[in-house]
């Protein structure tokens, strides 16, 4: 059975930081892509990060240069750094993972995590 599992979410001020985890099980880790996701209230899912089973990253431009997705195989979990937060930020964020897959596209991923709340406090 595929999980899942995010954490870091919390409370923080405009101009602070979080790193956001998503610990997975049944899967092979190194053989999947992942992808983290966001929903505001209010607004439609959106594209984050995503990073390929090789490391290859890919960002949206409202986060490029202050977030960072990376990897860690030994752990099987994945990271987002969020640095510089800012109000516009808050959201939960998801993490996806899909088998060599790392797209900006929901559908291309196979397995979703509950998500995790992250709030920026202006």
């Known amino acids: 059975q595929v999980q899942l599992v995010e954490s870091g979410g919390g409370l923080v001020q405009a101009g602070g930081s979080l790193r956001l985890s998503c610990a997975a099980s049944?899967?092979?880790?190194?053989?999947?892509?992942m992808g983290w996701f966001r929903q505001a209230p209010g607004k439609e899912r959106e594209f984050v990060a995503s990073i390929s089973r090789y490391g290859t990253t890919d960002y949206a431009d409202s986060v490029k240069g202050r977030f960072t997705v990376s990897r860690d195989n030994a752990k099987n979990t994945w990271y987002l750094q969020m640095n510089s937060l800012k109000a516009e930020d808050t959201a939960v964020y998801y993490c996806l993972a899909g088998r060599s897959s790392w797209s900006r596209g929901q559908k291309d991923y196979d397995y979703w995590g509950q998500g995790t709340q992250v709030t920026v406090s202006a």
């Open positions: 049944g899967v092979t880790f190194s053989s999947y892509g």
